[in-house]
Nanobody, 124 residues
Framework: QVQLVESGGGLVQAGGSLRLSCAAS????????MGWFLQAPGKEREFVAA????????YYADSVKGRFAISRDNAKNTVYLQMNRLKPEDTAVYYC?????????????????WGQGTQVTVSS
């Protein structure tokens, strides 16, 4: 089992940047593929980015491609989401998630563990 704790959210102006971190505790962080999702008020939780166990395979939602970058440091049991050129529509609670299965997960149901989320607010 793994416990996930997100940090790094906050209030930023449009065009600015934030880096989210997700620290994992528990066994064998390197065994988990990781993902980031967001949930805006009144909307479903949606996929943002995913990274494989090794970090070699990465996938982004079209809405963040070219602006966001997912990475991981298995030695530090941490996955990151660098968010650049933020837009007001990026405002949401951001969640990290972990899955034991190999391959990238693009759907909520493919993940086994979730963090509590961190709020990102982008002002116009």
């Amino acid at each position: 089992q793994v416990q996930l704790v997100e940090s790094g959210g906050g209030l930023v102006q449009a065009g600015g940047s934030l880096r989210l971190s997700c620290a994992a505790s528990g066994r064998a962080f390197g065994s988990y593929a990781m993902g980031w999702f967001l949930q805006a008020p009144g909307k479903e939780r949606e996929f943002v980015a995913a990274i494989s166990q090794s970090g070699i395979s990465i996938y982004y939602a079209d809405s963040v491609k070219g602006r966001f970058a997912i990475s991981r440091d298995n030695a530090k049991n941490t996955v990151y989401l660098q968010m650049n050129r933020l837009k007001p529509e990026d405002t949401a609670v951001y969640y990290c998630a972990a899955r034991l299965s190999y391959g990238l997960g693009l759907q909520r149901y493919e993940y086994d563990y979730w963090g509590q989320g961190t709020q990102v607010t982008v002002s116009s």
